[in-house]
């Protein structure tokens, strides 16, 4: 018998399992604090470190001097640039985030402590990330408040490879 039913985290569930399922919208990386983030359709994840080419993994971040083995790669809803749009006419774009990979239908505030794949990647969700009054000094935009719970997720790679645009990304 097939059941479906919302678990405490508000995920659905069939039989036991979440049965979301999301898409890599866009990818991004910068070598250097304040830097622009610059668009990809690949990155390259390195289990235990971060994405090669990127700031953090490098040491060269705004918050590298605090190191958190929790933010190898980062995370943002595309919802949120719609709702920031929709609720706050801010026009938000996927770079301006600061966060390496802009996801779509992924619950990104229900994954802490979990564990999801992204193409052959697999990543352990370890926080939610914070909006920062820095986001506002690079964009100029008024994002801080809006972002209060809704500025994407930290995660730890366990298993790197190459992440694509247009891949697939699921509970693991």
């Known amino acids: 018998m097939l059941v479906c039913r919302s678990d405490p985290t508000g995920d659905i569930m069939t039989d036991g399992k979440s049965t979301w399922r999301g898409v890599v919208a866009h990818l991004h990386l910068t070598p250097r604090d304040s830097q622009p983030m610059q668009a990809r359709e690949a990155l390259e994840l390195v ?3 971060g994405i090669v080419g990127d700031r953090y993994k ?3 971040g705004f918050y590298s001097n ?6 190898q790669i980062t995370l ?18 996927p770079h301006e985030h600061r966060r390496n990979v802009t996801t779509s239908g992924v619950p990104l505030n229900h994954l802490v ?5 992204i193409g ?9 990330s914070t909006p920062c009054r820095h986001i506002v000094d690079v ?27 247009g891949d697939t990304i699921e509970p693991a």
Request: proline share 3%; charged share 35%; glycine share 12%.
């Open 47 to 49: 289990a235990g470190q």
């Open 58 to 60: 490098d040491g060269q």
């Open 66 to 71: 605090k190191p958190e083995e929790g933010r």
């Open 76 to 93: 943002f809803e595309l919802e949120t640039l719609e709702a920031l749009k929709r609720d706050h006419d801010i026009d938000f774009a």
């Open 113 to 117: 402590g979990r564990r999801l794949r």
């Open 120 to 128: 052959a990647a697999l990543l352990e969700a370890t926080r939610l």
């Open 139 to 165: 964009t100029g935009k008024e994002v801080f408040k809006p972002l209060i719970n809704r500025s994407g997720l930290n995660c730890r790679i366990l298993v790197g490879g190459i992440i694509r645009v």
